[in-house]
């Protein structure tokens, strides 16, 4: 079954061409990060407009680049949420109409869900099967929840972010530090071989149950706490800076990689405590932030500690992709059928509530 997969819940216009779930058989996806720097973050309007403009260029190559004609296609899936309201309308508005076109299924994909199953299209020899029950870390510019995994469509979610995501962290420590858009990798470049305990920034910890819906109130997250300290380091240390930094490199590398190591330090905090409370054998991490050099060794090393496996979708696949929509659609997950026919866009859809 070969699945035509769009997202573009954010600012990645995305489509991929994907054989029963696994063989990606293309994946092309225009990045709009250029468009959006100088604005520090990602703009909807400018995100919607430009899914308007690239999004039939890109399934045009992604259709070709797979070697196959529009009628050998059996299905188009899109992502229906969460995200952006104004983005995700261009895709499922797209899908609908190509999946009348061409004459065949549609299916709507719930985007954390297909972020979860990224890390297996990364392993050709790891079915969901073999590793169930397991914690997934789906953590990304938008999101940070831990969901516990008993297989395809079965979820339940652990914790989740109160506030700002491992990823807005980044990316408002980043802007406060002088480093740029997207946050993420400047940080993680800049504090390659620097200090990690140079400073010591807070690893915030929820202690309310009241205020987390239900959840785990020690499985959540919380990083607003942690953008406030960075703030006022700045402003006690380096006063006359603020307005326009510019520190010497080894002080802003250090202090980016403290910065990251807190960050990294409350997510593997969270993820062993939930490896530990639901006794499985094995974890991931999703998203774009698990390509993060420092998340990624602190994760093997916790696999390590607490002998478990841990499995890791490769680069391509932790920014947003259209591989995970068309692979997780192959595998029979998503909205289908006559419903899926009124299926609107869900900014705040959630996963295992």
Not at 207 to 216: A, E, F, N, V
Not at 296 to 320: G, I, M, W
Request: proline share 5%.
């Amino acid at each position: 079954m070969h699945v035509l997969g769009i997202e573009t819940s954010c600012d990645e216009t995305a489509a991929a061409v994907v054989l029963d779930g696994t063989h990606v058989r293309s994946n092309e996806v225009f990045s709009q990060v250029a468009l959006h720097q100088p604005y520090g973050g990602v703009v909807p309007e400018i995100a919607s407009r430009n899914h308007v403009t690239y999004l039939p260029g890109v399934l045009e190559d992604a259709v070709s680049h797979s070697g196959l004609n529009w009628n050998q296609l059996d299905a188009v899936a899109v992502t229906y949420g969460p995200g952006l309201a104004s983005s995700l309308l261009v895709g499922i508005a797209s899908a609908k109409a190509l999946a009348l076109r061409i004459k065949v299924p549609l299916i709507g994909i719930n985007h954390l869900e297909a972020h979860i199953y990224s890390a297996f299209l990364s392993h050709d020899s790891l079915a969901f099967s073999d590793v169930c029950p397991f914690i997934a870390l789906v953590v990304s510019g938008g999101h940070t929840c831990l969901v516990r995994v008993d297989g395809l469509g079965h979820y339940r979610l652990l914790g989740t972010t109160m506030d700002d995501a491992a990823g807005e962290a980044f990316d408002k420590g980043a802007n406060l530090l002088g480093l740029g858009y997207p946050g993420g990798p400047a940080i993680d470049s800049v504090s390659r071989g620097a200090d990690p305990d140079a400073i010591h920034f807070p690893r915030s910890r929820m202690r309310k149950p009241g205020i987390t819906g239900g959840l785990q109130h020690d499985l959540c997250f919380s990083f607003s706490g942690l953008k406030t300290a960075l703030m006022y380091y700045m402003k006690t240390h380096f006063r006359d800076q603020m307005a326009k930094p510019a520190f010497p490199p080894e002080y802003l590398a250090n202090i980016a990689a403290s910065y990251q190591e807190a960050i990294v330090d409350t997510l593997i905090d969270r993820v062993r405590l939930a490896i530990n409370r639901e006794k499985v054998r094995s974890f991931s991490a999703v998203g774009g932030v698990s390509f993060n050099h420092r998340l990624r060794e602190k994760l093997a090393n916790l696999a390590e500690s607490t002998s478990t496996h841990v499995f890791l979708p490769l680069q391509k696949y932790c920014v947003d992709n259209a591989a995970m929509v068309g692979g997780l659609a192959g595998k029979g997950q998503g909205v289908s059928g006559r419903s899926v026919w009124s299926l609107d866009a869900c900014p705040n859809l959630e996963i295992g509530r």
